[in-house]
């Protein structure tokens, strides 16, 4: 960090004792950053120590305790592997049929002016902002008559109303930035355009489409709302489980830490590996790439 | 293959490509939109068969919308939560932009750390502040006490419960401005601020006459998704407050929320989430003209 510094300051013509000064105040942004991360944080790291708390010293604000994994143990022997496949299925399965059905799509939108194309851009930004009680009150009440109501298919088909907007929106401009020379060479050599997608646009796409794949997967598997409402036992997900701690009269605190932990750890590695696309992510439909 | 031959090819196989997908979101998002205009124009409720035909009177929904005082005093709170959340987000978010706006190794790895908030699944953050606002366990409240400042417990407090969710809410959501205005920083051209420098401007000087300017457009996209998604908030209220106590929480989500799933009120929670889906287009179509996706520049 220091390296780049200083060529930067010569550059710019910088005597000694302001390099140093330069320097001085870099350490203690980084400080100040450093510090301010670990209060951010607290709140969670609060969470995690109080699921490994011995349930008679739960309430207890001390940290001196000597850490068990009771409350992971009484999870375990539950009900809660079952919500937690629930969310595992349902997320998988919507990740998939969204990168399925919307990649293509994706594709012939970044290489094709389609004459609509201004208008499904701004469906897909309405689809990406629209309140998700809109779409539970038809969606509950299409369930019911179909019979999809408390399963881990209703799921994945209401998933995909954020889903599909999502890998549209994000793979369109990462095909943009494949150069089209590319393909058109594939065309000449006498390939087709979705033969030419699948050997050369799309494998150049990978790191794109793996980001994309995992955004669909952490915005599912953090659902509540949808689950919440569409769900009873059958297919109930983890993050509702978590809710279902909380009726019984003495509040289980011990066990709804330690789910809340297992809950967050899939986010926090994946979150780790698309770090770089998530704000892009997020923002899907609102920003012209 | 001719040129003409290959350009239909072309648009043969592209429209086949993307057919699926639109037949799909239609599927998911379009009919149920309409299914809901449509049973927002009825009084539907399951316990009255046949109410979902009755269209007789399709406008009652919306009238009595605009003469129910409680859905008015939702409409109320959801704009002071969306106001209190925003704005607290905004001006944390860009202000440790402004401070951490430096470009090495290092902070990338804290700027890493700090989309952990705003990863979360949005449960986990409302056990989180569970814990945090409930006196006896919150090691808030045990900081506070042994500080000899006695507080009493926030989200049972009429009073506070509003403001106590805001602050939940700008924790989840500050990285999200945050990195937006980091990322605009970082685009920025050194010249001008170089320029600035010389020509002797002070740190609030180079802000609101160098750097503001320059990061405007990404922070004003940054406030509207946050404002729009701040409409949104549910899980925070759920685990919370559950809307109370008594209405000091129910905003207009919550309020439809509960009028619909609660009090089977399908057609009156339909006309509620018809009126909010119309608020959130007018909010899309200023994203959109602010962020360059529009029809007209396709």
């Known amino acids: 960090m220091s390296s780049s510094a200083a060529p930067a300051s010569r550059a710019l013509g910088l005597a000694p004792a302001r390099r140093r000064v330069w320097r001085w105040q870099r350490h203690a942004v980084h400080a100040t950053g450093a510090s301010l991360l670990f209060l951010a944080l607290l709140p969670v790291l609060w969470l995690v120590q109080m699921s490994f708390r011995p349930n008679a010293n739960i309430l207890g604000a001390g940290l001196a305790f000597t850490p068990t994994l009771e409350n992971y143990r009484a999870l375990a022997a539950g009900g809660f592997p079952a919500s937690f496949l629930h969310s595992l299925l349902a997320s998988a399965g919507s990740t998939f049929l969204s990168l399925l059905i919307g990649v293509p799509a994706a594709y012939a939108l970044a290489r094709f002016p389609f004459r609509s194309g201004g208008q499904i851009a701004m469906w897909i930004l309405v689809t990406r902002m629209a309140p998700p009680i809109a779409f539970t009150i038809p969606f509950f009440l299409a369930f019911t008559w179909l019979g999809l109501m408390d399963t881990v298919s209703g799921l994945v088909i209401i998933y995909l109303t954020f889903n599909l907007a999502m890998v549209i929106w994000t793979m369109k401009s990462f095909f943009a930035a494949v150069p089209r020379s590319l393909e058109e060479a594939a065309w000449i050599d006498g390939a087709g355009i979705w033969q030419s997608f699948l050997r050369v646009t799309l494998p150049l796409s990978a790191p794109g489409l793996a980001a994309t794949g995992i955004l669909c997967f952490i915005m599912s598997w953090n659902d509540f709302f949808f689950a919440l409402i569409l769900t009873r036992t059958n297919a109930m997900t983890a993050p509702v489980a978590i809710v279902n701690f909380m009726q019984y009269a003495g509040w289980e605190w011990g066990k709804i830490a330690a789910a809340g932990v297992v809950v967050l750890l899939p986010v926090l590695v994946f979150t780790f590996f698309v770090r770089s696309y998530l704000v892009r992510g997020l923002m899907a439909g609102g920003v012209k790439e | ?298």
Not at chain 2, 69 to 91: D, K, M, P, R
Not at chain 2, 231 to 237: E, G, N, Q, S, T
């Open chain 2, 1 to 298: 293959m001719t040129a003409a031959a290959w350009s239909i090819e072309q648009r043969r196989a592209f429209t086949l490509g993307l057919a699926p997908a639109l037949v799909v979101l239609a599927a998911v998002t379009l009919g149920p939109a309409i299914y809901l205009l449509v049973t927002s124009l009825t009084p539907l409720t399951p316990v009255t068969p046949g109410s979902g035909l009755d269209f007789s009177t399709p406008l009652a929904n919306y009238t009595q919308a605009l003469f129910e005082s409680s859905f008015l005093h939702s409409v109320g709170l959801q704009l002071e939560l969306s106001a209190i959340t925003v704005g607290l987000q905004t001006l944390v978010g860009l202000g440790l932009a402004l401070l951490l706006n430096i470009e090495s190794r290092f902070m990338e790895a804290i700027r890493t750390g700090f989309l952990v908030p705003m990863v979360l699944p949005p449960i986990v953050v409302a056990i989180i502040w569970k814990i945090l606002y409930t006196p006896g366990i919150s090691p808030l409240y045990a900081t506070l006490n042994f500080f000899g400042i006695p507080v009493g417990s926030l989200i049972t407090d009429p009073a506070t419960a509003l403001p106590a969710i805001a602050v939940a809410d700008s924790w989840e959501w500050f990285p999200f401005t945050l990195l937006m205005v980091l990322a605009a920083l970082q685009m920025m051209p050194k010249e001008p601020l170089e320029a600035a420098r010389i020509d002797g401007a002070g740190p609030f000087q180079m802000f609101w006459y160098v750097k503001l300017p320059f990061i405007r457009p990404a922070l004003t996209i940054a406030v509207l998704f946050r404002l729009i998604d701040s409409i949104k908030a549910f899980p925070l209220i759920y685990v919370l407050t559950n809307g109370g106590p008594g209405l000091a929480t129910e905003v207009t989500n919550y309020y439809a929320f509960i009028q619909t799933f609660n009090f089977a009120y399908w057609g009156y929670g339909s006309a509620i989430a018809t009126l909010m889906i119309a608020g959130v287009f007018l909010l899309s179509l200023l994203v959109a003209r602010l962020g360059g996706t529009s029809a007209a520049d396709e």
